[in-house]
């Protein structure tokens, strides 16, 4: 009885990102690191803000030119994903479980002399939870899964001229994955040629509880420049590599009740009415269903961007940057399990998933109200990098818009605060809650709809 639908924690495994926090593809890609930076849609690479985050948004900007300087920048982006499954079928709906996710951000930079400066970030540029009830009918796909990716990013900067900046920092990432789903009975091999299904079992009948927990590391790199042509125009470009997880974990199975008697007559030789969950039983201690060990071979997405700063006027800037994902990695992902013996061990796999590159294009607007009060607001579009056939619980992911607003306070000479709101709309999108089948006939039976309302805070102190 071997557990096929298992190799979707592949998927979420390849969804990787993870952070303490946002989803796969590009639902599972997060941008904001940095409340300031969030108040202007996330452009900024020609021009990042002050206290460090250029440390994610582009290394070259950490160089301020104040010898001598620290900063320190601390923050958070809290993310509450709302979404419901419309069922075409049934005619039901059923809303994601509500949570509310916290991605931390950090940034700290010291500044030697007026050209040189070093720095240490960390970040979580992919991850996230989707959680639906138990009882959803998806949930043999998925009813939770949680990616978790943290970044620590060392840096260094150097300004090669007045017109021109360079850095350059290495990505140490950990990344986590768990995954939780329903295994399902009925097209289970009861013996040679016969499933469950031809036994009598009902289609849709649970009979385990999967949970496919793994984590592994990674090294990458992160580059950036900047150039000035002009006083008032700035462009820039960053480029974070991709990486390659290597991963192990475990995947463990919880026997759930079906409450089926057998038939009289059944092909396993046993009296009338003996319960089917006893004979199941031994899946779960001797069987393919005990818990055993799973690795996995994950590749992370490269992201490059370009972009430009124009100052209209000395306090007001207008900002664009365009983003580029390469979501296309995720073209196979392998999951390896290795049992105790051959008899429990579930056979290896390949997900295929197709995703496509993805991009992202932002636009913002700041405006210095005063020297204490400045005012934010942006505008990005994100091209959707699932293919149709992978809109699934696990990540009903589509095409986004957001508006963004925000505002930053100089409280003293060395501290500021910042604070950003976003309305985060995803286009509605048709999509699965079962195994596809080898026909590849079409089996999007519902409507998948998201949104999300983004705050964030960020306090960077500089002395």
């Known amino acids: 009885m071997r557990r096929k639908a298992v190799v979707l924690a592949a998927a979420l495994l390849a969804a990787t990102g993870l952070s303490a926090t946002r989803v796969l593809a590009q639902g599972f890609s997060v941008y904001e690191h940095d409340a300031c930076a969030m108040g202007r ?19 070259a900007g950490i160089v301020t030119g104040q010898a001598g300087k620290w900063n ?3 923050g958070v982006t809290m993310i509450p994903p709302r979404g419901s499954f419309s069922d075409s079928v049934s005619g039901t709906t059923t809303d994601l479980v509500k949570n509310n996710i916290p991605v931390p951000n950090l940034y700290i930079t010291r500044q030697f ?12 540029p992919y991850g996230l939870t989707t959680e639906w009830p138990a009882s959803f009918i998806g949930h043999f796909l998925s009813y939770k899964a949680t990616i978790q990716s943290l970044y620590f990013q060392p840096t260094v900067a150097y300004k090669v001229s007045p017109r021109l900046q360079v850095g350059v920092g290495v ?18 091999l009861a013996q040679p040629g016969v499933t469950f299904a031809m036994l009598g079992v009902p289609v849709g009948t649970a009979f385990a509880d999967a949970r496919i927990h793994g984590d592994g590391n990674a090294t990458g790199f992160h580059l950036g420049v900047i150039f000035k042509p002009t006083d008032n125009v700035s462009v820039g470009a960053r480029y974070m590599s991709g990486v390659t997880i290597t991963g192990s974990g475990y995947a463990g199975f919880t026997q759930l009740a079906t409450g089926i008697t057998l038939a009289v007559g059944n092909p396993f030789g046993v009296p009338a009415k003996t319960p089917l969950d006893a004979l199941l039983a031994s899946q779960f201690s001797t069987g393919a269903l005990v818990t055993q060990a799973v690795s996995a071979t994950l590749p992370m997405p490269a992201q490059a961007v370009v972009g430009v700063d124009v100052a209209l006027r000395r306090d007001l800037h207008v900002l664009a940057d365009v983003e580029w994902t390469q979501w296309s990695k995720f073209e196979q992902l392998p999951l390896t399990f290795t049992g105790a013996s051959a008899a429990q061990q579930l056979p290896a796999d390949t997900l295929y998933q197709g995703y496509k590159d993805a991009y992202d294009y932002r636009l913002g607007v700041e405006y210095a109200a005063s020297p204490k009060l400045t005012l934010r607001a942006g505008y990005v579009y994100n091209t959707a990098a699932a293919p149709t056939f992978t809109v699934t619980p696990l990540l009903p992911e589509g095409a986004r818009s957001s508006g963004i607003v925000g505002a930053g306070y100089q409280l003293t000479d060395g501290i500021r605060v910042d604070l950003s709101y976003m309305m985060l709309k995803q286009q509605d999108r048709r999509g699965r809650v079962i195994q596809p089948p080898t026909n590849g006939a079409d089996v999007n039976q519902g409507l998948y709809k998201f949104s999300a309302n983004l705050l964030s805070a960020s306090v960077a102190f500089a002395f």
């Open 171 to 188: 990505d140490f990432v950990r990344t986590m994955v768990d995954l939780h789903q329903y295994v399902e009975l009925s097209s289970q």
């Open 113 to 124: 002399g007026t050209r040189l400066a070093f720095g240490v970030g960390m970040f979580a």
């Open 72 to 74: 320190i920048a601390a």
């Open 41 to 59: 849609a996330g452009a900024g690479v020609a021009a990042p803000c002050s206290g460090g985050s250029a440390i994610f948004f582009n290394p």
